[in-house]
């Protein structure tokens, strides 16, 4: 069996929670960049997320706390690109206050030993307007021979 590289210790592992208000300004580069006209009541584009998840990130490092990466030690020179999936259950508006979790799902290897994978769960919940994504990641690494 190849060496493996992810940190499987932190696996059941619920980082903190990261509280950030949608910021209009955000909304509206994030859907023109798509090519799409800003919604005059706010709504993101459904991918938006993928920007909260960034910005989840920013504020763990000013925080000094480690992002998920660095948690389950993922190697970018290995790093492969996995599944993702988003449950939009109600749209991201500018405005909400958002609570971001995360938490380590499981790691799994592939039969041959080839590769390694790390599965992330993520949840962003509105203050007010309550569970609003789910989101679930993969990261995989290609093991060295």
Same mark, same amino acid.
Do not use: K, N, W
């Given at each position: 069996?190849? $060496?493996?590289?992810?940190?499987? #210790?932190?696996?059941?592992?619920?980082?903190?929670?990261?509280? /950030?208000?949608? &910021?209009? =300004?955000?909304?509206?580069?994030?859907?023109?960049?798509?090519? /799409?006209?800003? /919604? @005059?009541? =706010? #709504? $993101?584009?459904?991918? +938006?997320? #993928?920007?909260? &998840? @960034? %910005?989840?990130?920013?504020?763990?490092?000013?925080?000094?706390?480690?992002?998920?990466?660095?948690?389950?030690?993922?190697?970018?020179?290995?790093?492969?690109?996995?599944?993702?999936?988003?449950?939009?259950?109600?749209?991201?508006?500018?405005?909400? *206050?958002? @609570?971001?979790?995360? *938490?380590?799902?499981?790691?799994? &290897?592939? *039969?041959?030993?080839?590769? %390694? +994978? $790390?599965?992330?769960?993520?949840?962003?919940? &509105?203050?007010?307007?309550?569970?609003?994504?789910?989101?679930?990641? #993969?990261?995989?690494?290609?093991? @060295?021979?």
């Amino acid at each position: 069996m190849r $060496a493996r590289l992810f940190d499987r #210790t932190t696996r059941g592992l619920t980082l903190p929670d990261v509280t /950030m208000t949608v &910021d209009a =300004g955000a909304v509206s580069f994030f859907a023109e960049t798509l090519g /799409m006209a800003p /919604m @005059a009541d =706010g #709504t $993101a584009p459904p991918s +938006f997320f #993928t920007y909260i &998840d @960034a %910005e989840a990130d920013v504020v763990r490092r000013r925080r000094g706390e480690p992002t998920i990466l660095e948690h389950i030690r993922c190697d970018q020179r290995y790093l492969l690109h996995g599944e993702e999936s988003y449950d939009l259950l109600q749209p991201i508006r500018a405005g909400d *206050r958002l @609570a971001v979790s995360a *938490r380590i799902a499981d790691f799994y &290897d592939s *039969r041959q030993g080839h590769l %390694e +994978f $790390a599965v992330v769960e993520q949840r962003a919940t &509105d203050a007010v307007r309550g569970l609003l994504v789910e989101a679930r990641r #993969t990261y995989i690494h290609r093991l @060295a021979e």
